[in-house]
Antibody, heavy 122, light 110 residues
Framework: QVQLVESRGGVVQPGGSLGLSCAAS????????MHWVRQAPDKGLEWVAV????????YYAESVKGRFTISRDNSKNTLFLQMNSLRAEDTAVYYC???????????????WGRGTLVTVSS | QTVVTQEPSFSVSPGGTVTLTCGLS?????????PSWYQQAPGQTPRTLIY???TRSSGVPDRFSGFILGNKAALTITGAQADDESDYHCVLYVGGGIWVFGGGTKLTVL
């Protein structure tokens, strides 16, 4: 079955960096666009970024543009999110999510990982 | 900056019907926005209910339906059950590769 498993998050100081990964299995990873979505404590969902199936097209929320980088390694069935210049407001559970039906970046997130908590605090 | 609007809270009686909406701060929602809906119980991962306006995700009962209602996307739940009590989130594609979530609706069944 389809599985998405995010790497362990952690505690990072403001201004620091952290990289997340998402290991995919149970489907043809190289045929699907992938999203990152986050949720701050007791807040709603916030879309972070999306990456096309081949890594050629990537888009970001304004709140993370220039600080976060989404990428993928299709040979390892893995999605990444590199987060730099972290701020307290980046504290959230980060989910990776797949689009449906071998869709593209204009397809929504539909299959979700369980999420990983990133805390930005001194 | 595009803002996606949802009712902050809603209540429905057991067995009743409720319609939640998802709008844009400027403009109308259409099928081109690929509206999608998610249910999230406290402490749980989001569960996809509806995507691309009206496609029900695998395993989702037909009590849940999505459609365009006037200038908004809508999610109707019929025959509300106690375990429908959750947060409901919508997301819209606003162009240029960008997606925006609404603030979520807290649904109470009582």
């Amino acid at each position: 079955q389809v599985q998405l498993v995010e790497s362990r998050g952690g505690v990072v100081q403001p201004g620091g960096s952290l990289g997340l990964s998402c290991a995919a299995s149970g489907f043809s990873f190289n045929s699907y666009a992938m999203h990152w979505v986050r949720q701050a404590p007791d807040k709603g969902l916030e879309w972070v970024a999306v990456l096309s199936y081949d890594g050629g097209h990537k888009y970001y929320a304004e709140s993370v543009k220039g600080r976060f980088t989404i990428s993928r390694d299709n040979s390892k069935n893995t999605l990444f999110l590199q987060m730099n210049s972290l701020r307290a407001e980046d504290t959230a559970v980060y989910y990776c999510a797949r689009v449906p039906n071998q869709g593209i970046v204009t397809s929504p997130p539909t299959t979700w990982g369980r999420g990983t908590l990133v805390t930005v605090s001194s | 900056q595009t803002v996606v609007t949802q009712e902050p809270s809603f209540s429905v009686s057991p067995g009743g019907t409720v319609t939640l909406t998802c709008g844009l701060s400027s403009g109308s929602v259409s099928t081109s926005n690929n509206p999608s809906w998610y249910q999230q119980a406290p402490g749980q991962t989001p569960r996809t209910l509806i995507y691309n306006t009206n496609t029900r995700s695998s395993g989702v009962p037909d009590r849940f339906s999505g459609f365009i209602l006037g200038n908004k996307a809508a999610l109707t739940i019929t025959g509300a059950q106690a375990d429908d009590e959750s947060d409901y989130h919508c997301v819209l594609y606003v162009g240029g590769g960008i997606w925006v979530f609404g603030g979520g609706t807290k649904l109470t069944v009582l």
